[in-house]
Structure formats: structure tokens, C-alpha cells
């Protein structure tokens, strides 16, 4: 089945996205496979392989590619003397940040019954929101680190955390908005600076040198991980920075780390992943404190798919597990009841 | 500005909506507002106020009506000679079940920048999964009674709980699926019913005669409560009764119950309405035990909109705040940096 890499979106991530398309196109290049954009206007577009460089759409020459609209099981392009249907294909949901992460494009793609690879409704508000992320670990046995969250309009003061902390915007990822905060004198530009970009907040003890792990997995026919990365970085990785991680392919040497914390990791992934992951590919990042593992983030649509943490990663990506919709119908029985009651 | 309800969709609690939304119409009657039905194929129509009876939807002839596809802003009807643009309105999402209340609906109106009185991605999520439901209302100080969830091809065994229990789906609304578990011989039994809907269960203590009240708010310039109603009823409602309970249109009256339970109630409907549930109308089911409030159920779209439980509904229902996304734009800025950095 082909594959179709939908990418861009309105969201703080949309030229990363671009990024991790062209990306993906450079790993996928024998593979039966379209292009989808989706502008800041909401506007889908089909651009061609030779097409994919970031100029096409930095410069807004994309607009000269046809434009798509979503039919049931695919999209159309339509013409003053001919329309085209582009159907049977999977969509590779690779919208970073709002939008893909957030649910709205497994909602409009499920809503046009067209296969995706991509985090659920509910997957993606457990992973996309950070506040539900700890709570929802925690649920299920997964530590995290303690956390405190802030609203726009409500008190600026720590609840129990001590400095240094970290501070997050609740929902964004590639380290947008994000600060690390020493002392008290600080902490009001941080909280400013995360506000900028949403009215929620998250703060967390940052903890200097702490170990991060990152694994990778999905499902096929069974759980399936990627080599465990420890990446390297220096404090927080800045956007800049991020950004260009997401343009990575090739694959990366394995973390040192023991059997026992390996299979510590793998556990933690399985228990975030089944059910609620299924049909998507994620990142969990960890970190190792005292040889226990507490989750930091799981990133549901990685850069790139965390393509480099695979060794046979085409494989892997043509074979991820779709659950199929419950399909529902009526026979509109209790209104033909309630008819017949009437007379 | 005039409202659209938007009615139907695919769930088991299809013919439930359809009695809301003509429940609804009674209720709006001077109101300046619009129908719009969401049938099995997921195709919209257009249903004008006299053709708002149950058999015009169990008989099909609905299909006799405007047949409209999303747009920019609002809905359009393609005709041979003339189009139709439909815009400037609030939806009100009346799609009970799946679809309207996972999310789904939300997203698509969202996508296409259309306002709407609906649970968001987030909120759907938390009221529409049971298991989530209690994990987010633990986690603000709201009691909920103990659970264990079952999987479909997991083990059939309790693991703290004792019997009685009522075992439920995971996500369905309007008592489908639910049985009450006396002894251990019937366990297998509820079961299997309830997996017939879903591959996920919940099961709770059943506490007999347990007093449960319902409590609706809204947010429009403040928190909006409703009465407090102590719903008389057997030991579950099954569908058909539920069903009934759609389409009540008169206020009802208010429980009788102290000061400070209410007060209770209140502090408990604020923790969880705010701030998820913001642009959504929604009803907490709480239990009382020992005078102490705990959650049973948030219902974020509930029949006809919980319209009998407010003294001034029509008002208030005009009136909801909805919040506006937030708007992103991209400069390229990055895109460009490299570009420049490539020379």
C-alpha cells in the first residue's frame, strides 16, 4: 500500500515538520509514496518528489501545486476539465506539534475513513498535554518527576518544588518557550516567556546532568523497540538546535546501559504504549535517576519518526499496526418503538 | 448570532440525538437557528424546522433534503444552477456518543474555523474514556469510588474490588452495556455484554440505593450552575427510559440537600470544569456517601442538553464562552537561516 507523508500544519512546529518530510523522502526514496502539505491556511496541496525542498514552501511557490481536498478515503484534486482521486494509501500523520499532535488531523483523516499512522484522540491528549502525561503515567505505574502547574491569570508562587527548576509551556514541544530558572530573581521572565506561547504552564525540579534516555517503538505483529539513544546535548537543547536533530538519518550507536535498566525501559514504553499508542510510532524520552526510570515526555510524532533510532526502520513503518474503527449502525429501532406506541 | 444544531452522527446513541435535538427545538422556538443532521455515511444535510420529526431520519427520507459539505467558516449546499453558503453561526454540538463526544466533531469544526458549543479534544477525553474520567479527577481533589479496567484478551479477574459490581464499557453513554454483578456466577456474563460494545471495560463497586444527584454548569461570563436534581430512578436506568429522559423539557425541581453539599458540589464542578471544559455544556453525575461527593460521571454533551435542569436555559445557552484558538503564523525565519547558511 502507498504511502502518503502528511506534513506542515499550523502549528509553532510547521517548518519542522517540512524538515522531517524531506527527511523521510531521503529514507523512502524506493517506496511507493506521495507528498501532502497543509499551509497555515488550511488548504491541502500534493506536491511532487522532485518538489520537496524547503524553498518550495518558505517562498510560497507551493501554491502553484495542486490543491487537494479530503473526499471519503482520500483526497481530490479538482480541475476545470478534470479531477483526480488519490486513494488507497496510508497517511503518514508527520504534523509536529498542534494540530498532528493534538488530535485534530486523526480526527479529520478517521472522520474520512483514511488510513493513518498516527497517534489517536486519546493518545494524543495524553501525550500532548504534559499535565496528563505525569498523571496518566502515574496511573499505570510509571514515575515521573514531581510537577506544579500555573494558569496565565492565577498565582506566580511554587506550591512545594525548590530552584533550579525547568518551566514549560503545558503543550509545546522543541523546547519552545522552555527555561531553566536558578533562583527566585529569574523565575518571572521564565514564567513570561513560557506565557507567551500558552495560558498553561509546567514546572519541574531541573535536575543538572541528570542521564536522558530516549526509546522509540511501535507495534506490528508485537511490541517493537528501537535502540536506546542517550543523546547528547548540553543544558536544553535550544529550537535551533532541535531542529536540525530533526533532519537525522542515520542511525545511531545503542546507549551503554545494563540489561536490568534496558528491560526497566522497555517495560515503562509497553505499559505508556498499549493500548491507548496503538497505530502510532512514538518516542518516550526517560530519565535515569538512581538507576530508576521516570518518564519525561513521550513525543508522538518524532522528528523524522526517530527514523535513526531503527536499524531496518522502512521495514518497521510499512508493517505499524492500524486498528480498524468499530463500525456502528441503526435499525432506528426505539424510534420505530416509540412510532408504533404513538399509533 | 443564529445557532446550527448539529445532530445525528455514528454512534450507538444516534437516536438519542435526534430526540435532543428536536427536544431543543421545542425549547428554541423563537430563536433564529438551523438543523443540521450527520447521517451513517457521514454526510451533513440540511433539515428545515417543520421536517423535524423522528420518522423523517428512520424512514431516510432525509435524504430528500440539502446535502452540505464543510467549508471555511460554516456549510454549503452545491446545487445544478446555485450554491448555498451557510455561516455566521454558533454549532451546537448535539452528536451524543462517539464522534460528538470523543472529540471528532469538535476537530472538525475546528479545523474549518467554524465556533462551536462543544467539549474540546482534551475535555472529550477526560469525560468520554471512564478510566481517564477518575485518573484527572483524582489528581484535583475530586473523589471518584475505586475502578479496575478489563481488556477484552486480558485476564476475567477482579483484583481488589468484591462483588456487587457494576461492570460498564469504557466509553459508551446511556447505560448500553451495563449490567450489575451480584456474584461471582453472573461475572462472566457481563462481561461478555459489555465487550460486545467495546474491547476496554470499567468496573466499580455497586453501592445499593446509593444517592446520586446531577449537577449542570456552563461557563459564559462566570461559572453557571444549575439545579441540583436527585434523578428518581430504579436501580439502572436501561436504555429505553434513558432514551425518554431525552426529551424532558420542563425545569425540574431542586434536590433537598444541605448548604454545605451544595457547596461541596460546586467546589467539585469548578475543579473539573475549569479550565478543560471551557465552551462546553456539561453535566457532573456525583454520588453521595457519608456526605462526602464523589464523581461518577461528567456527561460533556448531555440529552437536550440538560436544558429541564436550568431556570433560564435559553439565556445562558446563548451566552456560553467559547474560547478562540490560538492563531499561529510562521515567518520561515529558520527555513531561512539555513538557506542563507547554505550560501
Same mark, same amino acid.
Given at each position: /500500500? =502507498?504511502?502518503?507523508?502528511?506534513?506542515?500544519?499550523?502549528?509553532?512546529?510547521?517548518?519542522?515538520?517540512?524538515?522531517?518530510? +524531506?527527511?523521510? @523522502?531521503?529514507?523512502?526514496?524506493?517506496?511507493?509514496?506521495?507528498?501532502? *502539505?497543509?499551509?497555515?491556511?488550511?488548504?491541502?496541496? =500534493?506536491?511532487?518528489?522532485?518538489? /520537496? *525542498?524547503?524553498?518550495? *514552501?518558505?517562498?510560497?511557490?507551493?501554491?502553484?501545486?495542486?490543491?487537494?481536498?479530503?473526499? =471519503?478515503?482520500?483526497?481530490?484534486?479538482?480541475?476545470?476539465?478534470?479531477?483526480?482521486?488519490?486513494?488507497?494509501?496510508?497517511?503518514?500523520?508527520?504534523?509536529?506539534?498542534?494540530?498532528?499532535?493534538?488530535?485534530?488531523?486523526?480526527?479529520?483523516?478517521?472522520?474520512?475513513?483514511?488510513?493513518?499512522?498516527?497517534?489517536?484522540?486519546?493518545? #494524543?491528549?495524553?501525550?500532548?498535554?504534559?499535565?496528563?502525561?505525569?498523571?496518566?503515567? %502515574?496511573?499505570?505505574?510509571?514515575?515521573?518527576?514531581?510537577?506544579?502547574?500555573?494558569?496565565?491569570?492565577?498565582?506566580?508562587?511554587?506550591?512545594?518544588?525548590?530552584?533550579?527548576? +525547568?518551566?514549560?509551556?503545558? #503543550?509545546?514541544? #522543541?523546547?519552545?518557550?522552555?527555561?531553566?530558572?536558578?533562583?527566585?530573581?529569574?523565575?518571572?521572565? &521564565?514564567?513570561?516567556?513560557?506565557?507567551?506561547?500558552?495560558?498553561?504552564?509546567?514546572?519541574?525540579?531541573?535536575?543538572?546532568?541528570?542521564?536522558?534516555?530516549?526509546? &522509540?517503538?511501535?507495534?506490528?505483529? @508485537?511490541?517493537?523497540?528501537? %535502540?536506546?539513544?542517550?543523546?547528547?546535548?548540553?543544558?536544553?537543547?535550544?529550537?535551533?538546535? @532541535?531542529? /536540525?536533530?530533526?533532519?537525522?538519518?542515520?542511525?545511531?550507536?545503542?546507549?551503554?546501559?545494563?540489561?536490568?535498566?534496558?528491560?526497566?525501559?522497555?517495560?515503562?514504553?509497553?505499559?505508556?504504549?498499549?493500548?491507548?499508542?496503538?497505530?502510532?510510532?512514538?518516542?518516550?524520552?526517560?530519565?535515569?535517576?538512581?538507576?530508576?526510570?521516570?518518564? %519525561?515526555?513521550?513525543?508522538?510524532?518524532?522528528?523524522?519518526?526517530?527514523?535513526?533510532?531503527?536499524?531496518?526502520?522502512?521495514?518497521?513503518?510499512? %508493517? +505499524?499496526?492500524?486498528?480498524?474503527?468499530?463500525?456502528?449502525?441503526?435499525?432506528?429501532?426505539?424510534?420505530?418503538?416509540?412510532?408504533?406506541?404513538?399509533?
Amino acid at each position: /500500500m =502507498k504511502l502518503a507523508i502528511l506534513f506542515g500544519g499550523t502549528s509553532y512546529e510547521h517548518e519542522i515538520s517540512i524538515v522531517s518530510a +524531506i527527511t523521510l @523522502k531521503n529514507i523512502l526514496q524506493n517506496e511507493n509514496q506521495i507528498f501532502i *502539505f497543509l499551509d497555515f491556511d488550511h488548504n491541502f496541496y =500534493k506536491i511532487d518528489s522532485e518538489n /520537496m *525542498f524547503a524553498k518550495k *514552501f518558505s517562498d510560497g511557490t507551493y501554491k502553484k501545486e495542486r490543491k487537494l481536498n479530503l473526499i =471519503k478515503g482520500g483526497f481530490e484534486s479538482k480541475g476545470i476539465f478534470k479531477s483526480e482521486k488519490f486513494t488507497d494509501f496510508k497517511v503518514i500523520n508527520l504534523i509536529h506539534g498542534g494540530q498532528g499532535e493534538d488530535g485534530t488531523i486523526f480526527s479529520l483523516l478517521e472522520f474520512h475513513k483514511i488510513k493513518t499512522i498516527s497517534p489517536n484522540r486519546e493518545a #494524543s491528549t495524553l501525550s500532548y498535554n504534559k499535565n496528563l502525561t505525569k498523571i496518566f503515567a %502515574n496511573s499505570i505505574g510509571v514515575k515521573t518527576l514531581e510537577f506544579e502547574t500555573l494558569h496565565i491569570r492565577g498565582d506566580r508562587k511554587l506550591q512545594k518544588l525548590e530552584f533550579p527548576v +525547568i518551566v514549560k509551556p503545558l #503543550s509545546l514541544g #522543541s523546547s519552545l518557550g522552555v527555561s531553566v530558572v536558578e533562583k527566585i530573581e529569574d523565575f518571572d521572565y &521564565a514564567l513570561d516567556t513560557a506565557f507567551e506561547f500558552e495560558e498553561n504552564i509546567i514546572i519541574e525540579p531541573f535536575i543538572q546532568n541528570v542521564k536522558e534516555v530516549n526509546l &522509540a517503538g511501535t507495534f506490528t505483529d @508485537k511490541l517493537v523497540f528501537s %535502540n536506546i539513544e542517550e543523546p547528547q546535548k548540553g543544558e536544553i537543547l535550544d529550537f535551533e538546535t @532541535k531542529y /536540525m536533530d530533526f533532519s537525522r538519518e542515520e542511525t545511531v550507536a545503542k546507549a551503554q546501559i545494563s540489561e536490568s535498566l534496558e528491560q526497566k525501559l522497555f517495560d515503562s514504553f509497553e505499559k505508556i504504549y498499549l493500548p491507548y499508542f496503538l497505530g502510532s510510532l512514538i518516542r518516550c524520552d526517560f530519565f535515569i535517576i538512581d538507576d530508576e526510570v521516570y518518564l %519525561n515526555e513521550i513525543n508522538s510524532i518524532p522528528g523524522s519518526f526517530a527514523n535513526y533510532l531503527f536499524p531496518n526502520f522502512v521495514d518497521i513503518l510499512k %508493517n +505499524i499496526y492500524i486498528p480498524t474503527p468499530h463500525q456502528i449502525q441503526t435499525s432506528y429501532k426505539y424510534i420505530n418503538h416509540i412510532q408504533k406506541a404513538k399509533g
